[in-house]
């Protein structure tokens, strides 16, 4: 596959905002070639950088939207978009973080993102992973997931900040309102957010498992994110807690937090187990691909009350084989679709089509 990017814009002070598939290949000259395959699961061999708008297949944009927009340089990025359209060049762009951005509909564009609301977006933004070191290598040292025994009722885990407190609540709606206010009387660029406490709607969450008599609860919460972890060691000790708690469940919650998508979901899928995927009208990767009902418990945004008889339902059409099965193949998906590599390769056959 060959691949234009213009080099003038990259700029390596802000390289959390360099597009994903370039940032492998963006290291010093030391970086070797099987290092870039340990960290990164891409080589030098992959893709093909050519020096010309015209012999590539893609072009992309090497920075994010957001580095365009708080740099003020979007007549930048818009112009190099424009050269595009001239040759008639698809064009990947990014947009990161947990907050959407104003961008023209480019005929030719593909805008990938973690965060958004599906039914407010244009087809040309695309559900993108949140890109994830392996837990199991990093964390246990091995690539094969812990087995889970079989029980009638199931296991539903979660390890992470939430909140039933009405202040809380509260706090996090003012300062969501405060955000919106500033966007319409323009002092803040990023689009409005629904009036959702993510803390609150993850306690909401967990209190409704908690109710249900079919399912066990394996709840460890917090009232700071990752347990108000400062050190190295006290992040990797919540790391670690983190995925002792998925090791011992066979599903779990995942819901959106500050921004509309979760992390959880992508972390749940490398672990080997099951997500109970909130649906808050998020944007998954690949959704015309990727059967994402078959691999999680999916529950309407409406339908919390409901989360326990979902998974109790979901759990009692498995047989043990089948669980087993199941969690064998999110772990897969995980490893062959959702990881830099694979994400892209998919990419290009269903977007280049």
Request: glycine share 4%; hydrophobic share 35%; proline share 5%.
């Amino acid at each position: 596959m060959t691949l234009y990017y213009p080099k003038k814009h990259i700029n390596n002070q802000f390289r959390r905002d360099i597009f994903p598939l370039l940032k492998p290949f963006l290291k010093p000259e030391t970086f070797t070639d099987a290092e870039r395959m340990a960290l990164y699961g891409v080589s030098d061999q992959d893709y093909k950088f050519v020096n010309t708008i015209q012999d590539a297949k893609v072009a992309i944009l090497p920075m994010s939207w957001n580095y365009y927009y708080s740099t003020n340089q979007l007549s930048v990025a818009k112009d190099f978009i424009e050269d595009t359209q001239k040759y008639n060049k698809p064009i990947w762009i990014a947009m990161l973080g947990d907050f959407g951005l104003p961008i023209p509909d480019y005929s030719n564009s593909v805008v990938f993102r973690a965060s958004g609301y599906q039914s407010k977006l244009s087809n040309s933004h695309q559900g993108m992973p949140v890109f994830i070191n392996d837990p199991l290598q990093t964390y246990y040292s091995q690539s094969h997931i812990f087995k889970r025994p079989y029980h009638k009722k199931p296991t539903i885990g979660f390890c992470g900040q939430a909140s039933t407190s009405a202040i809380t609540r509260a706090k996090e709606l003012v300062n969501i309102a405060g955000r919106n206010l500033a966007y319409y009387i323009k002092q803040r660029p990023y689009k409005p957010e629904k009036l959702t406490s993510s803390s609150f709607f993850r306690g909401q969450s967990l209190r409704a498992c908690q109710q249900s008599t079919l399912v066990r609860t394996n709840f460890i919460v917090r009232n700071q994110y990752r347990a108000g972890a400062k050190t190295v060691a006290e992040r990797h000790a919540s790391s670690v807690a983190f995925y002792d708690n998925m090791k011992t469940s066979d599903y779990i919650i995942c819901a959106r937090g500050a921004g509309n998508f979760s992390v959880r979901l992508y972390e749940t899928l490398a672990m080997g187990r099951i997500p109970v995927y909130i649906n808050t009208d998020g944007l998954l990767p690949l959704q015309d691909t990727i059967d994402w009902k078959k691999h999680m418990v999916w529950v309407e945004e409406d339908e919390l009350d409901m989360i326990g008889q979902k998974v109790f339902d979901f759990h009692a059409n498995l047989n043990p084989n089948q669980f087993d099965k199941l969690c064998q193949e999110n772990r897969m998906l995980w490893k062959n679709i959702l990881q830099l590599k694979g994400f892209f390769n998919k990419a290009i056959e269903t977007f280049l089509k």
